[in-house]
């Protein structure tokens, strides 16, 4: 681990190389250390050399991922103006900030159509308008700017299971079934083999789409850093050790009250920030990276650290998080954050906010595993890839919930998946009256909505409340009982 000495020490050295500072900058941000030192250094060059449009490039790439996304635009836009070879990808990068960060998919389809002016065969840009599409509900735009990827470039693999994740399989001889099963053969991509599962399972052959599911999982595992029980087990223990009645009681006041939508992944907090975001009292936020992009930068080695808050900093972080939620819905509606891996935070979040609530999405271990089972998460899930590790984390996250909830009281609310799909009118109406507001029809027409939603939900909340998905794991019965033995009702 460099000391912040070392890291200026390194940047000095690399003076007004700008091929140095790069290098630097790159392995720094891949070991995950703090930008600060890295954007002044950038700083300084563009003084030196106010013309150098790779340096702004750069400068604005770093600006974006220590969240300054304002300013990274705006170096973005700099870049731009001194002439950047390659302008395409500056314009996908600056919509890119706008449809993950800033939620402008008005700014978004700008970049987006204007890097396709400066190069009209950009693949990039036309899968990212694709992705843009998707997460408004327009599949067929979705699908028409996935095809014309795979025109353009019929090798584009990520494009090919994009498409296949926008349709429905109905027949063994689908031309884009037999296009995955070659694909598959040549690749060692592993959505493709995520992509071929779901198709199979649609078509109701579910060894053949574990097959898929699993050999997508070994494509990951091969990756991810590996999942060590005993060292998660430690770091939950350290959450619940820190975070207990004396330290939470320690801060109270008042914060404007958004609603944080948490748990497992896959356990219906699309579908529930849906649901309130059809209520006249709430916005939607997705999933926003503000606390685990403030764990990040704030807490190395989190749990550690929160023994040490100090008020200005709660106070500086609750302003910043105002400024965000304004950003993103306004003034006069309560945001929603339905990032689901939140609930490790959830005291940092409440001595932060206090006046936050929480609603923690609950479902059918065993369907939540095979829905893990059978999509790709990122590098911070490492646990997803077998269904022992995925069993064992659920286990220590229901364990850390029963512990906020023991703190927090009515400002955590459980809600069952089976509940809210098989009794909407009272399960949300009562989820309502504990976040207090009044009950409003249109959250049973929340697949009307047209906003964008940035999940693999994203085609399921098109739909009407449903229980299909109940019980889905029964399919895969014998892949349980192989793992867990005949008895897998635990």
């Known amino acids: 681990?460099?000391?912040?000495?070392?890291?200026?020490?390194?940047?000095?050295?690399?003076?007004?190389?700008?091929?140095?500072?790069?290098?630097?900058?790159?392995?720094?941000?891949?070991?995950?250390?703090?930008?600060?030192?890295?954007?002044?250094?950038?700083?300084?060059?563009?003084?030196?050399?106010?013309?150098?449009?790779?340096?702004?490039?750069?400068?604005?790439?770093?600006?974006?991922?220590?969240?300054?996304?304002e300013t990274a635009i705006n170096w973005y836009e700099r870049s731009l103006e001194l002439g950047i070879s390659g302008p395409e990808e500056v314009h996908l990068n600056i919509a890119n900030i706008?449809?993950?960060?800033?939620?402008?998919?008005?700014?978004?389809?700008?970049?987006?159509?204007?890097?396709?002016?400066?190069?009209p065969n950009f693949v990039g840009a036309y899968y990212n308008l694709g992705n843009l599409e998707e997460q408004a509900g327009n599949r067929d735009e979705a699908v028409r700017n996935f095809e014309q990827c795979l025109r353009i470039d019929p090798a584009y693999e990520s494009a090919l299971a994009r498409l296949a994740d926008t349709h429905r399989f109905t027949q063994v001889d689908d031309p884009l079934l037999l296009k995955l099963a070659v694909a598959v053969q040549k690749s060692s991509n592993s959505d493709l083999q995520f992509a071929l599962g779901k198709a199979c399972e649609q078509l109701k052959n579910y060894d053949k789409a574990w097959q898929h599911f699993s050999a997508g999982n070994a494509l990951d595992k091969r990756a991810l850093p590996i999942y060590n029980p005993k060292q998660i087990e430690t770091v939950f223990q350290q959450i619940k050790t820190q975070c207990d009645h004396d330290w939470?009681?320690?801060?109270?006041?008042?914060?404007?009250?958004?609603?944080?939508?948490?748990?497992?992944?896959?356990?219906?907090?699309?579908?529930?920030?849906?649901?309130?975001?059809?209520?006249?009292?709430?916005?939607?936020?997705?999933?926003?990276?503000?606390?685990?992009?403030?764990?990040?930068?704030?807490?190395?080695?989190?749990?550690?650290?929160?023994?040490?808050?100090?008020?200005?900093?709660?106070?500086?972080?609750?302003?910043?998080?105002?400024?965000?939620?304004?950003?993103?819905?306004?003034?006069?509606s309560r945001l929603t954050d339905k990032r689901?891996?939140?609930?490790?935070?959830?005291?940092?979040?409440?001595?932060?906010?206090?006046?936050?609530?929480?609603?923690?999405?609950?479902?059918?271990?065993?369907?939540?595993?095979?829905s893990?089972?059978?999509?790709?998460?990122?590098?911070s899930q490492s646990y997803a890839t077998t269904l022992e590790n995925i069993r064992h984390y659920i286990g220590l996250q229901t364990q850390l919930v029963d512990?906020?909830?023991?703190?927090?009281?009515?400002?955590?609310?459980?809600?069952?998946?089976?509940?809210?799909?098989?009794?909407?009118?009272?399960?949300?109406?009562?989820?309502?009256?504990?976040?207090?507001?009044?009950?409003?029809?249109?959250?049973?027409?929340f697949h009307k909505l047209n906003n964008p939603v940035q999940t693999a939900s994203v085609w399921q909340v098109r739909e009407p409340l449903h229980s299909k998905s109940i019980g889905r794991w029964r399919n895969y019965q014998k892949q349980f009982e192989k793992v867990f033995g005949p008895d897998v009702n635990f």
């Open 98 to 119: 706008y449809m993950d960060q800033l939620r402008d998919d008005t700014n978004a389809r700008e970049h987006l159509q204007n890097a396709l002016t400066k190069n």
């Open 1 to 69: 681990m460099l000391k912040e000495s070392n890291i200026k020490s390194l940047l000095k050295q690399a003076g007004k190389n700008l091929a140095a500072i790069d290098q630097i900058a790159a392995q720094l941000h891949q070991n995950r250390y703090p930008l600060n030192h890295v954007l002044q250094a950038y700083k300084d060059y563009l003084a030196y050399q106010p013309d150098s449009a790779n340096a702004a490039f750069n400068y604005a790439y770093y600006l974006s991922k220590d969240a300054r996304f």
């Open 248 to 332: 939470m009681a320690e801060f109270q006041g008042q914060s404007h009250e958004p609603v944080f939508i948490c748990g497992m992944f896959r356990t219906g907090s699309t579908l529930l920030e849906q649901v309130l975001a059809s209520h006249s009292a709430f916005d939607a936020g997705g999933e926003s990276e503000f606390f685990p992009r403030l764990v990040a930068k704030e807490f190395s080695g989190y749990p550690a650290g929160l023994s040490n808050l100090e008020v200005a900093k709660l106070r500086s972080w609750q302003m910043a998080h105002k400024e965000h939620s304004n950003k993103l819905v306004g003034t006069s």
């Open 340 to 370: 689901p891996d939140n609930f490790l935070y959830i005291g940092l979040i409440k001595a932060i906010l206090p006046g936050a609530k929480f609603v923690i999405t609950e479902r059918d271990w065993r369907d939540v595993a095979t």
């Open 372 to 379: 893990i089972f059978g999509m790709r998460l990122g590098a």
């Open 403 to 445: 512990h906020w909830q023991s703190i927090l009281g009515p400002d955590l609310i459980r809600v069952r998946y089976e509940d809210m799909v098989s009794e909407p009118r009272d399960t949300i109406g009562a989820l309502l009256q504990s976040l207090g507001e009044d009950w409003e029809e249109n959250c049973l027409s």
